[in-house]
């Protein structure tokens, strides 16, 4: 019953270390999947930095390219020197490939895509006015070239790709501070719950040291009451065998002192014991009767009924059987002997 109830213990304690690896194992990987989550979002929240930074930047661009070509032209129809066509000459190159940038940067957003492509219009009327003023005043139609920067129509183009730019700008600050508050609500979350996690793990490792303390102390209490146990039947056996021996002695001393004769025998007949006085009495030595038949010793008037004396002992176990013949003296005469016999093998 004992070991079974051990063995019950053992079980529940090995299956409730398994639930709680089991746990700590499961959070971990929740750990981990939060983790990796967080860093996609972060991924994600840098690749949306860069791209406002690339669209401002990009932008900016245009912006300053138009305005030096803006610029450029005026001085050189105000001087008509061509050194003042270089900003003219090398912005109109930069304005479209910082329009071609833009176009990649925005390739995924439609609403963008479409407020570039507006851009890109009013840039190429800003750049074809550009340069008509610039061809009418090399071909000398200064009249034209001034009637045409007397009108309001470079200012209407400037200010429209100023709009566009403002509001591609605008548009992009928007889409990151939304996509940065998505990234930021899900940091908070995923942060919420790495912290209750990581509080899970520390709770589910005490449980698991808590779950082994308490076997090993619950294993070091039994080994003690089981060597407690030990103690006290080794302190009754050392007990048990001291009064053995004490009873020993005083049988010893009994028989030892006793002027009758007591014998043991095995089931062969053969002595297993003799009290000293049986060597007095019939003057027979212990190393005499190992020498000699047990029978050359008995009368050999007396030998049948020592016989049957005998099979009635081993018949009869456990009764007192009474027993008379005659024993050889070592002298050469015979002694009458009566006594008891009683078979102790039944």
Do not use: C
């Not at 990987?29 to 983790?35: L, P, R, T």
């Not at 750049?127 to 009637?147: G, H, M, Y």
């Amino acid at each position: 019953m004992d070991s079974l109830k051990e063995s019950i213990k053992k079980y529940q304690f090995q299956m409730k270390l398994i639930i709680g690896f089991l746990l700590l194992i499961l959070a971990i990987e929740f750990i981990f999947f939060h983790f990796f989550q967080n860093n996609d979002n972060f991924i994600r929240a840098n690749k949306t930095a860069n791209h406002t930074i690339e669209l401002f930047t990009e932008t900016e661009h245009i912006l300053s390219e138009i305005k030096d070509i803006e610029s450029g032209t005026r001085a050189y129809e105000i001087t008509g020197n061509e050194k003042f066509l270089e900003p003219y000459i090398t912005g109109y190159s930069d304005v479209y490939l910082h329009l071609n940038n833009l176009k990649n940067i925005t390739k995924g957003n439609p609403k963008h895509q479409i407020k570039v492509i507006e851009l890109s219009v009013w840039v190429n009327m800003r750049l074809s006015r550009s340069q008509k003023l610039v061809s009418l005043i090399k071909d000398n139609k200064l009249e034209e070239a001034k009637a045409m920067t007397n009108t309001t129509e470079g200012l209407l183009i400037m200010k429209n790709i100023k709009d566009k730019i403002t509001e591609l700008q605008e548009d992009e600050k928007i889409e990151f501070e939304n996509q940065n508050n998505r990234n930021n609500y899900v940091f908070g979350n995923s942060s919420k719950v790495i912290v209750v996690l990581e509080v899970l793990v520390i709770l589910i490792l005490l449980m698991v040291f808590v779950l082994i303390n308490t076997n090993f102390k619950n294993r070091r209490e039994r080994e003690a009451d089981l060597l407690q146990l030990n103690n006290e039947l080794e302190k009754k056996v050392d007990e048990r065998t001291a009064k053995l021996q004490e009873n020993e002695k005083l049988f010893r001393a009994l028989v030892e002192n006793d002027l009758s004769m007591i014998s043991l025998v095995d089931k062969n007949f053969e002595s297993i014991y003799r009290s000293p006085v049986t060597e007095s009495i019939l003057g027979w030595t212990d190393e005499d009767r190992k020498k000699m038949d047990v029978l050359s010793f008995i009368h050999p008037d007396d030998i049948t009924s020592y016989k049957n004396k005998y099979q009635e002992i081993i018949n009869k176990p456990g009764q007192l059987i009474t027993l008379e013949f005659r024993y050889l003296h070592k002298d050469g005469h015979y002694l009458w002997l009566e006594g008891n016999a009683i078979n102790k093998f039944a």
